[in-house]
């Protein structure tokens, strides 16, 4: 469905459920009538680790109370018909699952408050459009789009396909932006990125030099994808925390690595300057206890005023 909102009316302030708004102003309206509106956009992304796995402990009683205006998935893991319900197409949600091709491999979905205006699975590749590792969703005045780019391992086809699809990703994005500044919108790429871009996005950074995730050629990459004159995006966590170590969204389920808090910042929302300028909160949503994660991944939640 192609995308009919007015640019005049670019992030215009919209009316929502009282239950999903965490931040409201009262407006007055024609005739004295007054009513409650939203004045944040906010957007969640987590890597599930296998949706229906994550669902049966405890993120379904995270969706019912979170207050994210967009929700970001990243290995769903699952086709849509073997999600249960309450997953599959919760009520208040419009969903769209974009799963691999190979069974039980990656998957990415997004759930969004309003309709998209228009949604599209994949990136014009040949290779990766039907690998579950990417979907993009117009909403007014932006793109937001989940991500989940590949692992990666040294020395194997694994890596070769991590650099082939980093390639063409980036091709992708420049276009992406290219054509949202054409038409007046903004741009959000969350998810797992699989790479840690600085030293201060890893605990144990010197033993991982070699290791797929924080190789130079892949640091190098996403420095690329944050150069102004290159790939355009603004990394939001990072600007809004950039004196701090991580903060970390993913830790190993290995040895104790969650509780001595020796974790990655793999997990980006990833953005065009003009969005990223109004990010006003970022965090990453860490559960108090081992015993408490749904998932291997914390989500991270970023927080623009409109």
Known sequence: MPNTVEHARTWSVVSCPDAHCDLRQRVRGGA???????VVFTVTSVNVNGLRAAARKGFVEWLAKTSADVLCLQEVRAEAEQLPEQVRAPEGWHVVHAPAAAKGRAGVSLYTRREPDR???GFG???FDDSGRYVEADLPGVTVASLYLPSGEVGTERQEEKVRFMDQFLVHLKGLRER???????????????????KADLRNWRGNTRSSGFLPE????LSRVFAADDGGYVDVVRALHPEVDGPYSWWSYRGRAFDNDTGWRIDLAVA???I???????YVERAATHAERWSDH????VVFDR
């Open 180 to 198: 949202a500044a054409a038409d007046g919108r903004e741009v959000v790429v969350c998810g797992d990125w699989n790479i840690a871009h600085e």
């Open 32 to 38: 004295g009538s007054e009513s409650w509106e939203c």
């Open 298 to 301: 914390a989500p991270v939640t």
């Open 218 to 221: 892949e640091r190098e990459w």
């Open 119 to 121: 949604v599209r699975i």
């Open 272 to 274: 065009t300057p003009g």
């Open 276 to 282: 990223a300028a109004r990010a006003v909160e970022a």
């Open 125 to 127: 590749s040949d290779e």
